[in-house]
């Protein structure tokens, strides 16, 4: 990231019609990341999250620089912004999708709806905000003839770029989508993975085989299946209990207790007498 020496700064009609500042230079618009907040009046809590996600951002853009410094404060250009506001706004519809932000702190849920709210204004403001920036640019280099004769070629080149940056910006959040479709797969891959879960946690002998997909009637010594083998060892064993839990018995109506043990413990009761069942962290320590 270098420092820009041809940088200044000036004043703008903001995205709410107010008076701003912000900084420029040969056609780029450029802001702190306290800038941009106060403009776009985002919420108390997107401060860290725009500087968190510009910096990514402007790591991946190609095309130009979209980082510099003014005198010991780093600026970014307006993409780095926007696509930032794009990563928001996608996670934000995604909680609302499942219904997380009804669980949300009730100040920040309503911040977030009212800058979601305001999402699509705020971004057009910028886009044609760059645009105009870039316009006044290439004609403040033309001779007052060139201007007089030349402004239509200049209005058609301008046209061009906001033709390529409106199909650019949605490649983008498409592939914006696509990335948090993946995620989100991924996410629901790992909750259903037994060996992620928490192997801390107190859960019954059935409902550990149950996740790990073992047939409690496995007989796996004597006349015991899987589940009372297991129950077996881990009480002779000495393993940590937890609280008890209450199940009905199958094709019964009677309600009993039944122990609780931690899911590493269980594991290792089960691969005791089944080791070709062992977990992959399990196998991996063996290798």
């Known amino acids: 990231m270098d420092t820009e020496t041809e940088i200044s700064r000036t004043k703008l009609t903001g995205p709410f019609n107010e008076e701003i500042s912000v900084y420029h230079s040969n056609g780029l618009i450029w802001g702190a990341i306290s800038q941009w907040c106060r403009v776009l009046k ?57 219904g997380e932000h009804a669980t949300m702190e009730q100040n920040k849920r309503l911040e977030s709806e009212r800058f979601a709210l305001s999402m699509s204004k705020l971004k057009q403001w910028g886009y044609e905000l760059q645009e105009r920036e870039l316009q006044a640019a290439m004609s403040a280099k033309m001779s007052p003839t060139q201007a007089s004769t030349g402004l239509a070629e200049v209005n058609q080149a301008i046209q061009a770029i906001q033709s390529l940056a409106h199909v ?44 790990r997909a073992l047939s409690l009637g496995f007989v796996v010594e004597g006349r015991m299946n899987l589940s009372q083998a297991c129950g077996q060892f881990l009480q002779k064993s000495g393993a940590e209990k937890g609280p ?44």
């Open 42 to 98: 985002a919420p108390y809590f997107m401060g860290e999250y725009l500087g968190k996600f510009a910096e990514v951002n402007s790591a991946a853009m190609k095309g130009g620089q979209y980082t510099t410094t003014v005198q010991g404060e780093k600026l970014y250009r307006w993409p780095a912004i926007a696509a930032s506001l794009d990563s928001w706004h996608r996670t934000w519809m995604l909680k609302v999708a499942k």
């Open 244 to 287: 008890v839990s209450k199940e009905r018995l199958d094709g019964s109506s009677i309600v009993v207790e039944v122990a609780t043990w931690r899911r590493t413990n269980i594991d290792h009761a089960i691969e005791h007498f089944l080791p070709d069942f062992a977990l992959p962290r399990k196998r991996k320590e063996l290798d």
């Open 168 to 211: 650019t910006r949605g490649a983008l959040a498409k592939h914006g989508e696509t990335l948090d479709e993946h995620d989100e797969r991924l996410e629901d891959i790992e909750n259903s993975d037994p060996a992620r879960r928490d192997p801390a946690a107190f859960v019954t002998v059935k409902q550990r085989c149950i996740e």
